[in-house]
């Protein structure tokens, strides 16, 4: 009986769950409706035991029972055409575009992966995969490949590279890229790619081929219209990008400021950089572009006062190697003046001074023609030679020796010279 009560407790309770019971019906414990059940039911004769049924486990929950004749369920909708089920994002691949300003375009799915490109909001991408918060990218405009000349075979033309050996590694490359150990795709023997141009002695550029990737951040990308868009996504990242006059400029100035920088740092022309800056950061509308034209003329103004400090440092060792200069030509000039002086009071010479024809007797065929003067020309002596040709050294500071007769006539020595020595 304790067994019929116990089974009778459990149906009560599943007839509540399952909503059997009208609706505002008295509700009671498995106890008292087994107590009910008893009270209401006949006598009856003894019966085998029936089987104990077990509790409900926590949380399960009875499937529903239809009405009779009720509609059978719709059938399930199938998700538009492109999109995931569950999902709010279309399968791979599907087009999308850039959401944010100055969004790197990298080379593998992490910030140690050097970036390849800079891209801005509006930019269309073709996503072929995303996991743990990164994107996977077909290659977008100015992304290209690298791979070695000695890998490959290049055609007649030089517009198609093929694949020598089993395997050859395209590594991810651009124009702002400087570094080139990330692969992009690797290539089969036999497989062909389309040569871009020559890289250096040991590369060539080639476009990305089948299955190459790059990588954004997932945040900086909006899906686009779906894999219907695709088409159109792939055509626009064919296209090159659309130039900013503004960001050409910048480049032109920027190209302008090295050339200036490899020139000494005194002969720089900061102010014509400086001015190119200032222009593009008023008439620029792009955010990040007015940034780094604000932080060129930063720069550029560190870049004036060292240069005014260094002409200030020159200029006073320009006038400091000025001033040794006369210096050291004033004592040149003292010293010179000291060995004149010294080599004419040599007191070997009977007489020395500046060598000068007699002007009185220069048509006189007299042996007394020359005389030595002093530096204010006053005459000193007078000169004759049997042994010189006094005419070659008129003009001369010369030093003379021989025997010294006085002239009374003439008031005046007269040298008689043996021997001649040139001064200056």
Sequence with gaps: MRTIQATLGCLA?????????????EAATPAAAAAAAEKAAPAMTATP???TISPLPTGFALPYA????????????????????????????????VNAEAVRLRSGPGLYYYWLATVNSGTPVVIEGEADGWMALRPTSGVYGLVRKSEVDLSADGRKATVLPPSARVYSASNAADRRWCVMA?????DSATVLGPADAEFIKVAPPDGARIYVVSQYVTAGPGAAGIGAAIAQLTQPPKTDPHMENYKKADAALDEEMKKPLGERDYKSAAAAFKE??????????????????SLLKGLEEQQAGYVRVMGIADRL???????KAQEAAKAAQAEREKKLARPEFTASGMLQPMESLEDVDYPIKFKLVDPNNHPLVVLKSTTYDLSKYAGKVVGVRGPKTYLKDWRIYLVTVDDLEVIE
């Design 66 to 97: 239809p009405a009779v004749n009720a509609p059978p369920p719709p059938a399930p909708v199938a998700p538009p055409e492109g999109e995931v089920p569950g999902t709010l994002k279309p399968a791979f691949p599907y087009a999308g575009y």
């Design 186 to 190: 690797t290539l089969k023997q036999g």
């Design 280 to 297: 593009i950061a008023e008439k620029t509308d792009k955010a990040y572009l007015r940034r780094a034209a604000l932080d060129k003329m």
């Design 49 to 51: 035991a029936l089987p």
């Design 321 to 327: 190697d000025r001033r040794i200069a006369d210096i």
């Design 13 to 25: 309770a599943i007839a509540m769950a399952a909503g059997w019971f009208e609706a505002g019906a």
